[in-house]
């Protein structure tokens, strides 16, 4: 079994001195290692499944990763992490692959977190914040965590640009200034009062608690039967993305309440990837799992979004085939024993 599991070490270890390689900036010299790393995996079943998961988390931060800055970080990062590992001499396989992943976790929210929209933006709070505040207008802004927005007020408009995360909005009235939310996608008139907003690289989600807003995509779809705007009432969320206005649908507005009024996460067979991912946009800590094998888990529960920790212990108390364990005060991770 010691010889088994010192194998098993130095598999991993193996693995992420290629994962180093993979990722240097010297278009040559990937290539050579990606060769080789190709032959090394093809040698037995378990050096695949164990380079499986390290290169899910890799090809996310090449998506990411687009200066030569970047580039030097990241691969600072994982040496940095591969030589923590290695110092650890008493350390389980599982843990030095839980350093690697940490390692590529962090670089992974930094990116994902901190682009220079939310830098340079009017108003933001950051992980693990909830931040409420009343506008010039009267209107009240509440921010979830890691959330951002610009304002542009006018004599003619009042405009808030979401330009990360997701606000509640309880609209002040002024009939000779719309206020209206913007994102990439389109923008949103309020007709009425209360609303939520989630904004998303690839969608931004609108959810109306109280009367009515007018909805407008940012480009009409090709699909000229899809209408570049509409009504959403009380009750009714709708998606809008890069096709345009997606089919309105209803969802539970004492569930939406709760998470804005008690910081509530109330969810119904929602998977368990999902859920992850809304703690973490709610955490001070970065929660680093694989969402393919988590996918398939069914949560109903009741969650504390400002208290992650908490959260994680309930969940773990459901589901006993998690393991949850923090590697440092950043980064927890939840894996599938």
Same mark, same amino acid.
């Given at each position: *079994?010691?010889?088994?599991?010192?194998?098993?070490?130095?598999?991993?270890?193996?693995?992420?001195?290629?994962?180093?390689?993979?990722?240097?900036?010297?278009?040559?010299?990937?290539?050579?290692?990606?060769?080789?790393?190709?032959?090394?995996?093809?040698?037995?079943?378990?050096?695949?499944?164990?380079?499986?998961?390290?290169?899910?988390?890799?090809?996310?931060?090449?998506?990411?990763?687009?200066?030569?800055?970047?580039?030097?970080?990241?691969?600072?990062?994982?040496?940095?992490?591969?030589?923590?590992?290695?110092?650890?001499?008493? *350390?389980?396989?599982?843990?030095?692959?839980?350093?690697?992943?940490?390692?590529?976790?962090?670089?992974?929210?930094?990116?994902?977190?901190?682009?220079?929209?939310?830098?340079?933006?009017?108003?933001?709070?950051?992980?693990?914040?909830?931040?409420?505040?009343?506008?010039?207008?009267?209107?009240?802004?509440?921010?979830?965590?890691?959330?951002?927005?610009?304002?542009?007020?006018?004599?003619?408009?009042?405009?808030?640009?979401?330009?990360?995360?997701?606000?509640?909005?309880?609209?002040?009235?002024?009939?000779?200034?719309?206020?209206?939310?913007?994102?990439?996608?389109?923008?949103?008139?309020?007709?009425?009062?209360?609303?939520?907003?989630?904004?998303?690289?690839?969608?931004?989600?609108?959810? *109306?608690?109280?009367?009515?807003?007018?909805?407008?995509?940012?480009?009409?779809?090709?699909?000229?039967?899809?209408?570049?705007?509409?009504?959403?009432?009380?009750?009714?969320?709708?998606?809008?993305?890069?096709?345009?206005?997606?089919?309105?649908?209803?969802?539970?507005?004492?569930?939406?309440?709760?998470?804005?009024?008690?910081?509530?996460?109330?969810?119904?067979? *929602?998977?368990?990837?999902?859920?992850?991912?809304?703690?973490?946009?709610?955490?001070?800590?970065?929660?680093?799992?694989?969402?393919?094998?988590?996918?398939?888990?069914?949560?109903?529960?009741?969650?504390?979004?400002?208290?992650?920790?908490?959260?994680?212990?309930?969940?773990?108390?459901?589901?006993?085939?998690?393991?949850?364990?923090?590697?440092?005060?950043?980064?927890?991770?939840?894996?599938?024993?």
């Amino acid at each position: *079994m010691i010889e088994e599991e010192k194998s098993k070490q130095q598999l991993i270890e193996e693995a992420a001195e290629w994962i180093v390689l993979l990722s240097t900036d010297d278009d040559l010299l990937k290539r050579t290692a990606q060769t080789d790393f190709d032959a090394w995996k093809s040698k037995s079943p378990q050096r695949q499944k164990i380079a499986q998961d390290i290169e899910q988390y890799i090809t996310s931060i090449q998506k990411l990763v687009q200066t030569p800055q970047q580039q030097k970080m990241t691969q600072s990062v994982l040496k940095t992490g591969l030589h923590s590992a290695r110092k650890q001499k008493n *350390m389980r396989y599982g843990g030095i692959l839980t350093v690697i992943l940490c390692c590529v976790g962090g670089i992974y929210s930094y990116f994902i977190y901190h682009p220079v929209s939310y830098l340079t933006a009017d108003i933001k709070n950051h992980a693990g914040e909830w931040k409420t505040q009343t506008l010039a207008d009267g209107s009240q802004l509440k921010l979830s965590g890691q959330s951002a927005v610009n304002l542009d007020f006018s004599a003619n408009q009042r405009v808030v640009e979401l330009v990360q995360g997701e606000i509640f909005v309880d609209v002040a009235k002024d009939k000779a200034r719309p206020f209206i939310v913007k994102t990439q996608h389109g923008q949103i008139e309020a007709l009425g009062t209360a609303f939520s907003v989630q904004y998303q690289p690839d969608a931004t989600g609108l959810k *109306m608690l109280h009367s009515k807003v007018k909805v407008q995509s940012s480009k009409q779809a090709e699909d000229q039967t899809k209408a570049s705007s509409v009504i959403v009432t009380a009750g009714q969320e709708v998606i809008l993305d890069r096709n345009g206005i997606q089919p309105i649908h209803t969802f539970n507005l004492y569930n939406e309440q709760q998470k804005w009024n008690q910081r509530h996460l109330i969810v119904e067979n *929602m998977s368990l990837s999902k859920v992850l991912n809304e703690l973490n946009r709610n955490s001070k800590e970065k929660i680093i799992f694989n969402a393919d094998k988590l996918e398939q888990i069914k949560v109903n529960a009741v969650l504390p979004l400002d208290h992650t920790e908490s959260a994680l212990q309930l969940l773990s108390s459901v589901f006993p085939q998690l393991n949850v364990y923090q590697i440092t005060p950043y980064f927890t991770v939840v894996t599938l024993q």
